[in-house]
T-cell receptor
Framework: DAGVIQSPRHEVTEMGQEVTLRCKPI?????LFWYRQTMMRGLELLIY????????DSGMPEDRFSAKMPNASFSTLKIQPSEPRDSAVYFC?????????????FGEGSWLTVV | DQQVKQNSPSLSVQEGRISILNCDYT??????FLWYKKYPAEGPTFLIS?????DKNEDGRFTVFLNKSAKHLSLHIVPSQPGDSAVYFC???????????FGQGTRLTINP
């Protein structure tokens, strides 16, 4: 079974450029999460969706960040304009709402470097 | 506001010995806790969990202990193996919500 699929795996971009990260959740899962991992803050939740609807975006750092989920099998996280402090690993995860134990399944991450 | 805290950023243990990873939390309303394991260049993967109505859950070499009065949980790995070298995160769901809050992680290194 395919897990959560993220692209790109690695992205190096210049400050001020737009960055788009993509995610395909596990088929049948109805919740999708975007997390960011940094050395200072560990894993922090940016936003999550239930049935394609954003439920909580309180973790989104600022207006430069936006996320969409146009359908059950695709989501994007966009940063515009990007800044060096956005450099981090961005993880997408999915789960089956009401499933056992609140377990969520992570993708392999998108490593973003903004220079 | 870090509701889940892992105060040890790293831990080094000899192969065959017991590894003990610790986690503290501040929110007494948490009713479920999870441990995730992360290898380099991979996403975190679920390892083991425990409900707040229990004080122990065991799965093979992995055991999680919960001390509600101290708001503390720990993950024991015995015997430790080289493949256990990874970053371990403890996590808890915000009550009434699905989102997990994670600790900062502890990097475990198992030495041969």
């Amino acid at each position: 079974d395919a897990g959560v699929i993220q692209s790109p795996r690695h992205e190096v971009t210049e400050m001020g450029q737009e960055v788009t990260l993509r995610c395909k959740p596990i088929s049948g899962h109805n919740s999708l999460f975007w997390y960011r991992q940094t050395m200072m803050r560990g894993l922090e939740l940016l936003i999550y969706f239930n049935n394609n609807v954003p439920i909580d975006d309180s973790g989104m750092p600022e207006d430069r960040f936006s996320a969409k989920m146009p359908n059950a099998s695709f989501s994007t996280l966009k940063i515009q304009p990007s800044e060096p402090r956005d450099s981090a690993v961005y993880f997408c995860a999915s789960s089956l709402r009401g499933g056992a134990g609140n377990t969520i399944y992570f993708g392999e991450g998108s490593w973003l470097t903004v220079v | 506001d870090q509701q889940v805290k892992q105060n040890s950023p790293s831990l080094s243990v000899q192969e065959g010995r017991i590894s003990i990873l610790n986690c503290d939390y501040t929110n007494s309303m948490f009713d479920y806790f999870l441990w995730y394991k992360k290898y380099p260049a991979e996403g975190p993967t679920f390892l083991i969990s425990i409900s707040s109505i229990k004080d122990k859950n065991e799965d093979g070499r992995f055991t999680v202990f919960l001390n509600k009065s101290a708001k503390h949980l720990s993950l024991h790995i015995v015997p430790s193996q080289p493949g256990d070298s990874a970053v371990y995160f403890c996590a808890a769901p915000i009550q009434g919500a699905q989102k997990l809050v994670f600790g900062q992680g502890t990097r475990l290194t198992i030495n041969p």
